[in-house]
């Protein structure tokens, strides 16, 4: 039987890049995918722009992406602020080409699937369907829908957007992320160029999702895919005994925009160190990945939730307030030491406002106990 210290389901963003994070101290793993070389997720591919003081080192540099810094918002299909930043805000990446570089250097089996796991006193025994491995830890960075999850008995009703994302032939050379408001309840529509296509979808609410949704931003008929997006919630459990969950499959995905990219690599990185400190201690515990998860990525998704809770279904009302090229700016450059947007910095400011309508949608959080 093969063993391994420690063994990973899913080379997507987060498990690809835990394996680096754990190889950067020495600690030896195996990532098992049951997808192919290129494999191709649904996904917009945005990142923001601290994703460069979060990669791995290995993985940091040669590889291709496309950088925005134009940012337009549309509500109703009317523009209602744009502005230009002196540099990119965000970059766009081909999730085939960016998840293969992601795999380069890593030990990884492909078209290998996760089957199911015993847990002992002294290991983990992992069944796929081609081997039978031993491990000290287990972790699931198996996203959505994760199998690891579902059989530790971790996994938690969490609320689902579903996202569709079309890629259309560009029609200009626009370097500019523009945001689609107002279509639609409780969603969003995006629309960038990225390589040699034009990235343009939309997500809203599962009740609130209904196919064609993208339509709405351009009607070019193209090869639509849906996938669901699963969102952060404050009391998920995150591991249990030698097994842990990183990145989507832990529903560590941004509340507010559903971004998770950022997140499931930043989660690996904070789960790495962890396993390292454990490893260095002896002890089979993951307390200290909690915490280090709620001192960072936690702390801002808790702000991001209440903004997202004023922000979607108080759009009419908050419209004249936020849309103003100077409240872009500040989204832009309200970025945290890791360059992402805080969430934070962005409430307390909103706490502060003078606006009339600001103060009503801040009653209104207080009547739902949300703030
Ligand atoms: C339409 C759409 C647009 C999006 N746009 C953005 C965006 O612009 N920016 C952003 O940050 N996020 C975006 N997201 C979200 C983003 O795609 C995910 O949050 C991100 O991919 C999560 O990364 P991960 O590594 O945790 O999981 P995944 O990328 O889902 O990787 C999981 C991996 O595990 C493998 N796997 C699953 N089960 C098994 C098994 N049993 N055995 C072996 N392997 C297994 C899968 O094949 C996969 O490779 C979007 C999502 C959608 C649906």
């Not at 030698?242 to 499959?249: P, S």
């Not at 560590?252 to 789960?271: E, M």
């Not at 910095?345 to 209104?364: D, G, P, Q, T």
Request: proline letters at 3%; aromatic letters at 12%; glycine letters at 8%.
């Amino acid at each position: 039987m093969e063993k391994h210290d420690v063994i990973i389901i899913g080379g997507g963003p987060a498990g690809a890049t835990l394996a680096h994070f754990l190889g950067e101290y020495n600690i030896e793993s195996l990532v098992i995918e049951k997808g192919h070389h290129f494999r191709d997720k649904v996904c917009a591919g945005g990142l923001p722009k601290g994703i460069f003081s979060i990669l791995p080192v290995s993985v940091k540099d040669n590889f291709s992406y496309s950088s925005y810094k134009l940012f337009k918002v549309f509500y109703k299909g009317k523009l209602v602020a744009s502005e230009i930043f002196d540099k990119p805000f965000a970059y766009g990446v081909m999730r085939d080409q960016f998840d293969e570089h992601l795999r380069q250097g890593i030990t990884i089996h492909y078209n290998e699937k996760f089957v199911s796991y015993e847990e002992n006193k002294n290991g983990i025994v992992v069944k796929t369907d081609k081997n039978i491995y031993k491990g000290k830890l287990l972790v699931g960075a198996d996203g959505i829908g994760s199998m690891v999850s579902v059989l530790s008995g971790l996994n938690k009703k969490t609320k689902i957007v579903i996202a569709e994302e079309k890629e259309i032939p560009k029609k200009d050379h626009e370097e500019s992320l523009n945001v689609f408001l107002g279509d639609f309840p409780l969603g969003y529509g995006w629309k960038f160029n990225k390589d040699n296509v034009s990235s343009v979808g939309a997500g809203a609410l599962k009740k609130h999702y209904k196919k064609g949704l993208s339509n709405l931003i351009d009607n070019t008929y193209t090869l639509v895919k849906t996938y669901p997006i699963s969102l952060w919630d404050r009391d998920i459990s995150l591991f249990k005994g030698r097994i842990v969950l990183v990145g989507e499959a832990g529903s560590i995905v941004d509340p507010f925009n559903a971004a998770g990219i950022y997140h499931s690599i930043y989660s690996s990185k904070l789960l790495a160190e962890s396993i390292k400190e454990n490893f260095e201690r002896g002890i089979i515990s993951f307390e200290n990945y909690i915490e280090k998860l709620s001192e960072t990525i936690f702390e801002e998704f808790k702000y991001a939730l209440i903004l997202s809770s004023a922000f979607y279904p108080m759009l009419p009302l908050l419209g004249n307030v936020v849309f103003k090229p100077h409240i872009l700016e500040f989204i832009a450059n309200a970025q945290n030491e890791s360059g992402y947007l805080s969430y934070k910095s962005v409430f307390e400011r909103f706490s502060k406002s003078k606006h009339i309508e600001v103060k009503i949608a801040l009653f209104i959080l207080k009547l739902l106990k949300i703030v």
